[in-house]
């Protein structure tokens, strides 16, 4: 592999970690296989000590069981994709990777994220099952300011503190359990100045949204409800966002039988 500075795997993956391959210019690992392979934690660590340049690193569907030893040391990543189902707390080594930009983790819901990850300055794309952010640490006024896409964020992070140290991002998923905190998401979404995607996801059976309550961003371009169950008709409210150019109401959104704009100029863009 002399010279080689991006490697495809197309198929079989788990026979790739045998062999001995080493090389300093290899920039890019993307496996594109479809099998589910669990991946060996010594193998891992191997590989990583193998391809320390590496600034992209895409496992694809193969399975980790836990967050692999000897990745912190892939100080140049700037693009990073794992599958752990089984990872509930983000490890802070992670966080040593200061270059990352791209974090993919779709299959991962992480209840505990380490404050570090606010030191993470050049991080533009966050993208897990569900990720809950923690509070910013004290005396720390920094922010996530490249941060531009966060998928899925928990209700519980929605709060002025977290999303005020957020001021670019453009889209956001939010999704979870909202029973306990809609007053904080409705009042912190005015924070996002920038936000033009939002998808809110109730995961509760217990509570539903008021959406008066709300105070959504006049920057919105796209506003998705799922299970919100709704008992007002929202359109009266939604029909005053000056930029909202579609607007989808999914599964158990609304449980009333009627919509209707009653504004003559309501929904300039849609």
């Known amino acids: 592999m002399a010279n080689v500075k991006r490697c495809f795997i197309m198929k079989d993956l788990i026979e790739f970690f045998p062999l001995e391959h080493s090389d300093m210019y290899l920039q ?3 496996n594109h296989s479809t099998e589910n392979d669990h991946l060996a934690l010594i193998d891992c660590e191997n590989f990583c000590k193998k391809f320390e340049h590496l600034r992209v690193l895409n496992w694809g569907s193969a399975v980790l069981d836990q967050f692999p030893p000897g990745l912190e040391n892939l100080f140049l990543l700037k693009y990073l994709q794992l599958n752990i189902p089984s990872l509930k707390c983000l490890p802070s080594l992670l966080c040593t990777l200061l270059n990352l930009q791209t974090l993919e983790m779709p299959s991962s819901y992480i209840d505990q994220s380490p404050e570090d990850i606010w030191m993470m300055q050049k991080l533009m794309h966050l993208n897990f099952g569900c990720i809950t952010l923690p509070a910013p640490p004290k005396n720390y ?19 002025p503190d977290i999303l005020g140290r957020l001021p670019g991002v453009q889209t956001l998923r939010i999704s979870g359990n909202s029973s306990c905190y809609h007053s904080g998401v409705s009042k912190s979404l005015c924070e996002l100045h920038k936000l033009e995607c939002l998808k809110l996801v109730n995961e509760s059976k217990l509570s539903r949204m008021v959406l008066s309550e709300y105070q959504f961003p006049p920057s919105l371009i796209q506003l998705s409800l799922s299970n919100t169950e709704l ?7 939604l029909e005053r966002l000056p930029r909202l150019q579609v607007l989808k109401l999914k599964q158990n959104s609304y449980l009333g039988r009627k919509l209707a704009c009653v504004g003559s100029g309501g929904f300039p863009e849609l």
């Open 28 to 30: 890019s690992f993307l």
């Open 141 to 159: 006024s920094s922010s996530l300011k490249n941060l531009i896409f966060i998928s899925a964020l928990h209700p519980s992070s929605c709060t």
């Open 231 to 237: 008992m007002e008709d929202p359109m009266p409210m």
